[in-house]
């Protein structure tokens, strides 16, 4: 195994990407320097992150790979960022998870605070950038703007991170809650509010993650709605068909998807169609069971067939994950 120290930096020196001498406090040295320690701070977000973004944060720790080999490039030909990539993931994060706008204080999760603390650091691999571009070195003005903009980026990603701990963290307590009962307790705890309400957590995360905006509805065995979400944006019309979904499904004891082949002509259910206010045929419904026992159902609206049905099958995946 090679030696990890070289002893060529014991002067004070160091080489760019093409093989330039420079001092270590060199603007590029110290801008990558930043940089670096921001990719850090990356790395541990991403350690304490939900699984839900660590991909994301993977992406960054990439992109910080190419940013701070351009600077170090020297005479190597190396393309500048495209700040607009960046604008266009920060407003499709505003978007999908909204702002209020007030002053953030740092610390709603661990890996949010993480974040906090990259883009801060970027703050400062900016202000190095600046002092070479304003001597007329190699940072050109698109990749100035891209280190801006990807403060601004970790500023709209780390309220995102904080909004997915936080339904990570519910999501856990359910689970955690749920294992710990037993017998008809158990049972009697099974599709709680609280329950319901972590089982609307995954569904916002899965509408979030196929970049839909959608309406869930959780109801109990009798079809009573336990909890109903919109998520900003999705129509309002869902709302009534997210509940008929979920009531459907309890109703006639088979998920939605099921119904449609049993409503056409001559079939057992054929008229229920007719009756939209209190049956739907459309998939995206689905039972919450306990093995034959229906405790309730989901129900999910405004996207396609596929995309409604993909989010209810994301919601009885974790359902079933935390049966006792």
């Not at 999908?96 to 650091?121: C, K, W």
């Not at 002092?131 to 780390?158: H, T, V, W």
């Amino acid at each position: 195994m090679p030696k990890i120290y070289t002893k060529t930096g014991d002067a004070g020196k160091t080489r760019l990407w093409d093989g330039t001498l420079v001092d270590k406090n060199d603007l590029h040295i110290e801008t990558n320097g930043a940089l670096d320690e921001v990719n850090a701070a990356l790395g541990l977000a991403k350690s304490l992150a939900p699984a839900s973004v660590k991909g994301e944060i993977d992406e960054l720790q990439s992109g910080l790979i190419q940013l701070m080999a351009y600077v170090a490039r020297g005479k190597k030909p190396q393309p500048a960022p495209d700040p607009e990539e960046l604008e266009k993931r920060i407003d499709k994060i505003l978007a999908d998870y909204p702002m209020s706008g007030s002053f953030v204080n740092p610390g709603e999760s661990q890996a949010g605070a993480a974040i906090h603390l990259a883009r801060s650091t970027v703050r400062r691999a900016e202000r190095f950038a600046l002092q070479i571009m304003a001597g007329g070195g190699d940072i050109e003005p698109q990749a100035y703007k891209y280190i801006n903009r990807l403060s601004d980026f970790l500023f709209a990603f780390a309220h995102k991170v904080d909004v997915e701990s936080k339904v990570d963290m519910i999501t856990r307590e359910v689970i955690n809650r749920a294992s710990n009962l037993n017998g008809a307790a158990a049972k009697a705890k099974k599709l709680n509010l609280d329950t319901a309400l972590a089982l609307l957590g995954e569904a916002n995360r899965k509408a979030v993650s196929i970049g839909k905006k959608l309406v869930f509805a959780v109801v109990d065995a009798s079809g009573e709605l336990i909890a109903l979400h919109r998520m900003e944006g999705a129509l309002l019309v869902s709302l009534s068909h997210a509940q008929s979904k979920a009531r459907s499904a309890v109703r006639i004891q088979l998920d939605t998807k099921d119904i449609t082949p049993l409503a056409q002509p001559g079939a057992p259910f054929y008229g229920v169609q007719n009756e939209p206010e209190f049956f739907s045929i459309i998939a995206g419904g689905r039972l919450l069971r306990d093995g034959e026992e229906i405790l309730g159902a989901i129900g999910v609206s405004g996207g396609t067939v596929d995309e409604d049905l993909a989010v209810a099958d994301a919601v009885v995946s974790l359902f079933e994950k935390y049966q006792v």
